[in-house]
C-alpha cells in the first residue's frame, strides 16, 4: 500500500526556518518524481514545488522560490522541503504528493500544519 | 502562467442528481487535466486523469471531458458521499489547480 507521510509542521515566527519532511512506503520511491502542494486555511489548492526522481530537475512556484527549497534521498525514501524567510501567507497545511508517469498526482499524504505567526 | 477557472464555486444538489462541474483553462492544456475530489480535513484525491481516464477504484458514476480550453466532470447520479469540493488541476505547463466548487446539499 502506498503511504506519503508528512511531518515537521508546526509554529514559527516570521523570517523563521522550517524543515518539512516526507517519508515514502509501499512503492519504489526512487523512480517517481514528487511534489509538495499547501492549502491555506479556507482556500484552495496550490502547487508549491517539484522534483524528478533523480533529481535533476526542480521547480518553484513564484511565490516560494529563493526561499524554499525541496531536495529527496531516495536511499531513505524521503521527500524534504526547506522552508526559510517564512510570511503569514505561507501558513497552510502541507503536502506531498506522488507524481505519476503524466505528472497529475495519483498519492498524497495527510498533509501537516505549518502556522507562521508571532 | 496558465489559469484555471471553475464554474460553478457552489453548486447545491441533492441525492441523484446529475452533476457538471466546468474547469476552463486560460490557454490550450491539450488534454492534460486532472480532477480531485477533497473533503474537510483530509487530503485530495484523485479521481481523473488525461481529461476522460477515469482513476482506478473510482466509481463510474464519475466521468471527465473535454480538451484544449474547456473541461468538465460530471456525476451522473450523485451519492451521499459525493458532498464534497472538487479541483481541477493543468498538469501541461508546471501546475495550476482551479479554485474549487464545492458540491453542497440542497
Known amino acids: 500500500e502506498v503511504q506519503l507521510v508528512e511531518s515537521g509542521g508546526g509554529l514559527v515566527q516570521p523570517g523563521g526556518s522550517l524543515r518539512l519532511s516526507c517519508a515514502a512506503s509501499?512503492?519504489?520511491?526512487?523512480?517517481?518524481?514528487m511534489n509538495w502542494v499547501r492549502q491555506a486555511p479556507g482556500k484552495g489548492l496550490e502547487w508549491v514545488s517539484h522534483?524528478?526522481?533523480?533529481?535533476?530537475?526542480?521547480y518553484y512556484a513564484d511565490s516560494v522560490k529563493g526561499r524554499f527549497t525541496i531536495s529527496r534521498d531516495n536511499a531513505k525514501n524521503s521527500l524534504y522541503l526547506q522552508m526559510n524567510s517564512l510570511r503569514d501567507e505561507d501558513t497552510a497545511v502541507y503536502y506531498c504528493?506522488?507524481?505519476?508517469?503524466?505528472?497529475?498526482?495519483?498519492?498524497w499524504g495527510q498533509g501537516t500544519l505549518v502556522t507562521v505567526s508571532s | 502562467d496558465i489559469q484555471m477557472t471553475q464554474s460553478p464555486s457552489t453548486l447545491s444538489a441533492s441525492v441523484g442528481d446529475r452533476v457538471t462541474i466546468t474547469c476552463r483553462a486560460s490557454?490550450?492544456?491539450?488534454?492534460?487535466l486532472a480532477w480531485y475530489q477533497q473533503k474537510p480535513g483530509k487530503a485530495p484525491k484523485l479521481l481523473i486523469y488525461?481529461?476522460?481516464s477515469l482513476e482506478s477504484g473510482v466509481p463510474s458514476r464519475f466521468s471527465g471531458s473535454g480538451s484544449g480550453t474547456e473541461f468538465t466532470l460530471t456525476i451522473s447520479s450523485l451519492q451521499p458521499d459525493d458532498f464534497a469540493t472538487y479541483y481541477c488541476?493543468?498538469?501541461?505547463?508546471?501546475?495550476?489547480f482551479g479554485q474549487g466548487t464545492k458540491v453542497e446539499v440542497k
Open positions: 504528493a506522488r507524481g505519476s508517469s503524466g505528472y497529475y498526482y495519483d498519492y
Open positions: 509501499g512503492f519504489t520511491f526512487s523512480t517517481y518524481s
Open positions: 522534483i524528478t526522481s533523480s533529481s535533476t530537475t526542480i
Open positions: 490557454q490550450s492544456i491539450s488534454y492534460w
Open positions: 488525461k481529461a476522460s
Open positions: 488541476q493543468q498538469y501541461n505547463n508546471y501546475w495550476t
